[in-house]
């Protein structure tokens, strides 16, 4: 079965600091690769996603996640980080055995990041 | 713009009681999930349906049931609550191509007592 390894469960930065949030998935061949954000009290949404192509992929908010194959990697990048960033992020895996078939995602565990003004 | 809703953002049920959960996609998506979301434990998938009167077991099946009638519409139904079903639970869907990227649900915060 697929799975997927966040690697920072609690993250706290202040603001201006740049941030990297680390994800890794256990499957060798073609995946979708997602990244979501739960700010506090809303619902769970799409920051962005890997589908075909160019391996940079850029997001909503100044989020930025580079794939790198041979590392098995998705890792998740914000040059400056806001305060308003402060929020739960997943990351999310679509391949063959993913939990939901071939059409479902396999979530990590999530990362709590907080921003100190 | 797509849209998931859930018909309640806070539950109290009891223990023992049939509680139903519903989501309503407006997407036309064939795919609908139900996960439960726990804090440290991630996203836990309990059900989920890739068409109409389908159903598929996820990770964490036991103590709950789902039922597809419609194509927008996704049940999950804890048929006697317990004190670990106290979660929040949230329901998403996609499509059956492209990248499957899953729309949620604002949840349903549920306290089993």
């Known amino acids: 079965a697929q799975s997927v390894s966040q690697h920072n469960h609690h993250v706290i930065l202040s603001e201006a600091a740049s941030l990297e949030l680390g994800c890794n998935y256990s499957?060798?061949?073609?995946?979708?690769l997602f990244w979501y954000v739960q700010y506090p009290g809303q619902h769970l949404q799409l920051l962005l996603k890997y589908f075909s192509g160019d391996p940079l992929v850029k997001g909503i908010k100044g989020f930025e996640a580079e794939f790198i194959k041979s590392k098995f990697s998705f890792n998740l990048r914000k040059p400056s980080v806001q305060w308003s960033d402060t929020a739960e992020y997943f990351c999310a895996v679509n391949a063959p055995y993913s939990g939901g078939g071939a059409d479902g995602l396999t979530f990590g565990k999530g990362t709590h990041l907080i921003i100190q003004p | 713009d797509v849209k998931v809703t859930q018909s309640s953002r806070y539950l109290v049920k009891r223990t023992g009681e049939k509680v139903f959960l519903e989501c309503v996609q407006d997407?036309?998506?064939?795919?609908m999930f139900w996960y439960r979301q726990d804090p440290g434990l991630g996203l836990r998938l309990i059900y989920f349906s890739y068409d109409v009167k389908m159903k598929e077991k996820g990770d964490i099946p036991e103590g709950y049931s789902v039922s597809r009638e419609k194509k927008e519409r996704f049940s999950l139904i804890l048929e006697s609550a317990s004190t670990n079903q106290t979660s929040m639970y949230l329901c998403?869907?996609?499509?059956?191509?492209?990248?499957?990227?899953?729309?949620f649900g604002p949840g349903t915060r549920l306290t089993v007592t």
């Open positions: 499957y060798g061949g073609t995946v979708n």
């Open positions: 998403a869907s996609s499509l059956r191509q492209g990248a499957r990227e899953q729309y």
């Open positions: 997407m036309d998506h064939e795919n």
